[in-house]
């Protein structure tokens, strides 16, 4: 399955974040990714649709987004429901704050989400 383009420009490195076999579709997953000096919390899905990566906190009060109700390529956060789309990060509809997506393939029994090269600097 070609990856997925989110979150920037073709700059960046593939990480291997986890196996195949332990993202069965309609699951979630949390992953941490180091980019050499701090970790990074995803969240992986497999969906109908295929995989998604987003960031795995909720910009309401911080609930893990991971083990979130899936609902096709929407997910509502387990905690207070707010709803995001797994393709664009963004509520379907309203003024619910946005989530962070990235770019995600699968390879050789791999799941591999990509980091920007300016994730360091954006996470400040
Ligand atoms: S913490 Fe996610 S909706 Fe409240």
Redesign the pocket.
Known sequence: MPGRQAGGGERGSWRRVLRSEALPEGAGRGVQVFDGTRALELALFRTGAGLFAIENV??????P?HDGRLEGTLLR??????PFDLRTGRPPVGAFPCVRTFAVEERDGWIRVRLDAGDEERRG
């Open positions: 909720c910009p309401h009060q911080g609930a987004l956060c387990r905690w207070h429901g707010w």
